[in-house]
């Protein structure tokens, strides 16, 4: 077996499982592994550590999958790995027809580098490692096995697929793609997605728990849902929350008309969507004395780099900012962040800034993360991306 050799004192992360072993760590390599291969994971004194995937061109040299020696990452390993992530998505009762769910969410399933989302009867696969990628032929009719879909559609990101020196296309993979609008129900509401050409693998199921706890603080309130994308928070407020109004705002015209459509499927009559900056509309609707008795702020990720941190909380303040502004007295603010570099305590000493800077006392309700689907490695603590904090502001 190939080896990884660690430089001294850097194998306390991956003796606590931690799966990333970045370049940096590692001394040399003995065996000329090509990437894709497997390779054990040794420290300076030549102890076996772990065993993971070698990947020359990534940051990331060695994803770690086993810290078992006896344990191969043959097919028998990869088929064990699907079928627990997935069977525990059935014991949560994830297995709706008509619903949708993450099936297997990389490192909170010990399968680093694999997304795995069901929609009604489609598989939308990401792929983020070439570790992954390399192994698609293995894992993909695995998955039509377990879960017996129509089709299976792959997604990647340009700058991860850069990053890891992965060449997949976008589009299907087997099956039959859909041939029209994919329709999915979640918490008793139809969402129309796209699997192709949709945001994340076509909608954000992790906020799924989330808009129905905001829901609950939303009856007969004026809400301003930005970043409404499709109009999750939009249409649970409501349909499911009781809002007296809604008004939900998107970049993007395509977003725009999906959530016009969606709204129109499940006949909510008290709810609008525009198209407009995230930033200038809310500085607009400030000019213009707008308020509301809640506001929603869910936008896209604001640091991709750990480098980008700083930039990423002065925006998250900024906009927090505004969205404070809008608030009536005793106002609701829902505000999430899905840049994985923030951290949870980050996002929350960037409350503490608003509330000083505005001499608005904001109260914590609730703290929030993803949905259950979405598990968190407590050996990756990357894998905890999502924060979703429900605030009373007075």
Not at 225 to 248: I, K, N, P
Not at 322 to 345: A, D, F, K, Q
Request: proline fraction near 5%; include cysteine.
């Amino acid at each position: 077996m190939p080896q990884a050799i660690l430089k001294p004192r850097k194998a306390r992360p991956f003796y606590g499982r931690h799966p990333w072993v970045l370049d940096s760590a590692i001394d040399r390599v003995e065996g000329e592994p090509a990437d894709g291969d497997v390779v054990d994971l040794v420290s300076d004194k030549g102890k076996f550590i772990a065993r993971g995937v070698f990947n020359s061109r990534s940051r990331i040299r060695v994803r770690l999958y086993t810290w078992d020696p006896t344990e191969i990452l043959d097919e028998p390993f990869w088929r064990r790995r699907l079928e627990s992530a997935i069977g525990f998505r059935s014991q949560l009762g994830y297995d709706d027809p008509q619903g949708a769910a993450r099936l297997v969410f990389s490192e909170g399933d010990a399968l680093s580098g694999l997304i795995v989302d069901r929609y009604a009867n489609y598989l939308a696969v990401q792929v983020t490692a070439q570790a992954i990628a390399v192994r698609l032929p293995t894992i993909v009719p695995m998955l039509v096995e377990l879960t017996q879909p129509r089709g299976i559609m792959i997604r990647t990101e340009r700058g991860v697929s850069r990053a890891e020196g992965i060449e997949l296309r976008d589009g299907p993979y087997w099956g039959t793609p859909p041939d029209g609008p994919l329709v999915i129900v979640e918490n008793g509401l139809k969402y129309e997605l796209d699997l192709a050409e949709g945001q994340k693998t076509g909608y954000y199921l992790d906020q799924r728990d989330n808009r129905v706890a905001a829901a609950r603080y939303f009856r007969d309130r004026r809400v301003l849902d930005m970043f409404c994308y499709s109009g999750g928070f939009s249409l649970t407020a409501s349909a499911l929350g009781g809002a007296r109004e809604v008004l939900g705002v998107d970049t993007s015209q395509k977003a725009v008309t999906l959530a016009w459509s969606n709204a129109e499927r499940n006949g909510v009559k008290n709810v609008r969507f525009q198209c407009g900056d995230g930033f200038q509309t809310l500085e607009s609707l400030l000019e213009a004395g707008e308020r509301f008795g809640a506001v929603v702020l869910d936008p896209p990720k604001f640091a991709r780099t750990r480098g980008a941190l700083d930039e990423a909380l002065r925006a998250y303040h900024w906009l927090n900012r505004l969205g404070v502004g809008l608030l009536e007295p005793g106002g609701i603010l829902v505000t999430c962040s899905c840049s994985g570099h923030v951290s949870r305590e980050d996002f929350l000493y960037m409350l503490v800034g608003v509330a000083q800077q505005t001499g608005r006392q904001i109260q914590l309700l609730e703290q929030r993360g993803a949905a259950a689907d979405h598990p968190i490695s407590a050996s990756c603590l990357e894998s905890e991306y999502l924060k979703c904090f429900i605030c009373r502001v007075v």
